[in-house]
């Protein structure tokens, strides 16, 4: 069975909003279970990853209009709530798509990582003067 493309649209979504596969699997954790509130501390033990790492990505991912956050007995929590009914749609196919096409969103996703990090060497490598 072949995978599922990922629609042009979505390609554009995954390129510009979402920085990371840890990224992505927050914004899915998140909108899996919309009425919790999620402190930095499960987000990160969820996910594998530091405490700093959650904290940023999830900041990150309410910068894009993807979670609410509020404080809730002193400590910092977030929730999954799109700021607009298009982000949430854009949101859901997201969440289709990875689900049948898991390696080719990765790779995606991947690919603009890649580009970056080239685009950073390139900025370091010597160049003779002609």
């Not at 072949?2 to 909003?17: A, C, G, K, N």
């Not at 990371?20 to 899915?28: R, T």
């Amino acid at each position: 069975m072949m995978p599922v493309p990922v629609p042009d649209e979505l390609q554009r979504f995954i390129l510009t909003s979402i920085a990371s596969v840890p990224h992505l699997e927050a914004l899915l954790l998140l909108r899996g279970s919309p009425a919790q509130q999620w402190d930095v501390a499960a987000v990160a033990q969820r996910l594998y990853v530091t405490e700093r790492a959650a904290r940023k990505l999830l900041d990150e991912l309410r910068a894009i209009g993807a979670l609410s956050s509020a404080k809730v007995d002193k400590v910092l929590t977030y929730q999954y709530w799109p700021r607009h009914p298009e982000l949430a749609a854009m949101i859901d196919q997201l969440a289709a798509c990875y689900a049948a096409n898991l390696v080719g969103v990765t790779v995606l996703i991947h690919s603009k990582l890649d580009k970056q990090a080239q685009q950073f060497a390139d900025a370091f490598t010597w160049r003779k003067e002609p």
